[in-house]
């Protein structure tokens, strides 16, 4: 008998921060190397901060839209890596959800978020609110780093990386079978219709 092999998990890890001097270089570098290697996933790295994204109408039509919304469109699920600022999401990650649509439907995300105190949860409630609209299921299980800055050295390493890669690989396992479920359950009613 001959086992079935699933195709490999294309999955977009997103940049929620533009600012300057950003920590969120050295957590989704982080996050990423967690991704990366013999795993059950394809990784695609989107960094609003690399593309040309408009800041006005008409954004439709353009180059890099386009481009963002078919990037968005071949993953089966995302890991967005989003900072809390004043008790909110960054208002770059937002631009970047709003401008794809349908892209999102029927597919999982996943949160790797920092901050003070909080370690992000809060922008990761108001998010999970935004992708519901979208018709994308949040998963429950997520990665957070409290007073981040201190946890990370000089060389962008993560000092103590024993529980956070724990919480990583939880929500890897349960972002890989929700990708995997969704990957098929998308193309049938009521999502089939947009799919291509």
């Known amino acids: 008998m001959h086992r079935r092999i699933e195709p490999r998990i294309k999955l977009a890890l997103i940049y929620g921060s533009t600012r300057e001097g950003r920590l969120c270089d050295r957590v989704a570098s982080w996050a990423a190397q967690q991704i990366e290697g013999d795993g059950p996933f394809d990784l695609d790295i989107i960094d609003p901060l690399l593309l040309d994204l408009p800041d006005r109408h008409p954004r ?3 180059a890099a839209v386009q481009a963002l919304r078919q990037r968005i469109d071949d993953a089966d699920g995302f890991v967005i890596v989003t900072p809390e600022y004043n008790r909110g999401y960054p208002a770059a990650l937002k631009f970047l959800i709003d401008l794809v649509g349908t892209e999102w439907r029927g597919k999982p995300v996943s949160f790797v978020s920092y901050g003070g105190f909080s370690g992000g949860l809060r922008a990761v409630e108001q998010l999970r609110l935004v992708f519901s609209e979208l018709h994308a299921t949040t ?3 997520g990665v957070c780093f409290s007073n981040a800055w201190s946890l990370f050295d000089a060389s962008g390493r993560l000092v103590d990386a024993d529980r956070p890669e724990k919480a990583m690989a939880t929500m890897l396992a349960q972002l890989h079978w929700w990708a995997s479920a969704l990957r ?7 999502y089939g219709q947009f799919a291509a």
């Open 139 to 141: 998963i429950r299980d």
């Open 60 to 62: 439709a039509e353009h």
């Open 184 to 190: 098929h359950a998308r193309n049938s009613v009521p």
